[in-house]
């Protein structure tokens, strides 16, 4: 079993700066594909970005691009979001996610549906 513990986020201002991390125990964590979710209150869960095992394939949402950085650190076992230019429609929980691959690509990987350990999440505010 992979156990995904999230740090981070907090409050910040419109146009502010955050920052998550993702631990991972109990399995090597470069085995697993890595991913960011979020959800706001009153809505579902959506994908933020994902890395692959070797961070060689990146898949970010929209609105998200330019902004948001995905990275990770297999030798401590860490997934991180570097959250830039923050907006307050990016309020929200985030989740840590993780799956082994598969055949199909990051982007497709990066779905609730084929990521089966999940973290606790944390809360991300952006308010001015």
């Known amino acids: 079993q992979l156990q995904l513990v999230e740090s981070g986020g907090g409050l910040a201002q419109p146009g502010g700066s955050l920052g998550l991390s993702c631990a991972g125990a109990g399995k090597p964590f470069n085995y697993f594909i890595v991913g960011w979710f979020r959800q706001a209150p009153g809505k579902g869960r959506e994908a933020v970005s994902c890395i692959s095992t070797n961070a060689a394939d990146i898949y970010y949402t929209d609105s998200v691009k330019g902004r948001f950085i995905i990275s990770r650190d297999n030798a401590k076992n860490t997934s991180y979001l570097q959250m830039n230019n923050l907006n307050p429609e990016d309020t929200g929980t985030y989740y840590c996610?993780?799956?082994?691959?598969?055949?199909?690509?990051?982007?497709?990987?990066?779905?609730?549906?084929?990521?089966?350990?999940w973290g606790q999440g944390a809360q991300v505010t952006v308010s001015s």
């Open positions: 996610a993780a799956g082994l691959p598969s055949w199909r690509t990051v982007q497709a990987m990066c779905d609730i549906t084929w990521l089966n350990y």
